[in-house]
């Protein structure tokens, strides 16, 4: 009977959990497709070429707008930049964008203390 009861109690308490988490990571994923997934699958997509990439952490990603950016210079840009990137981050999103387009005229990279 104890066991029975104990089997029950943990296949409820995985259950829940795996549907708890479900949720949770649905949640994310909407959050942050913007701000994560999105700059992935352009960086993956060989449909569009750039004059201009951006990379960098959230000062990057926040503080430079690649619609002003073209309106001024003629170019096509777009920022790749991510909250809290490091080196191994731009290296990784670097590389994939290079795999999958031509080499950018410009790269700015915004690098600082953090």
Do not use: W
């Not at 992935?40 to 430079?64: E, P, V, Y």
């Not at 003629?74 to 790749?80: E, H, I, P, T």
């Amino acid at each position: 009977m104890y066991l029975k009861r104990l089997l029950i109690v943990v296949l409820l308490v995985m259950g829940l959990g795996y549907l708890v988490g479900a949720f949770f990571d649905y949640r994310y994923r909407q959050r942050m497709q913007y701000y994560v997934f999105d700059k992935m699958d352009i960086a993956s997509d060989q449909n569009q070429d750039f004059n201009i990439i951006f990379l960098g952490n959230s000062r990057i990603h926040g503080g430079i707008n690649p619609y002003y950016v073209d309106s001024l210079t003629g170019f096509r840009s777009y920022n790749l930049a991510i909250g809290a990137c490091d080196e191994e981050e731009m290296k990784l999103i670097t590389t994939v964008y290079l795999q999958h387009h031509q080499p950018p005229d410009f790269a700015v990279i915004g690098v600082d203390n953090s």
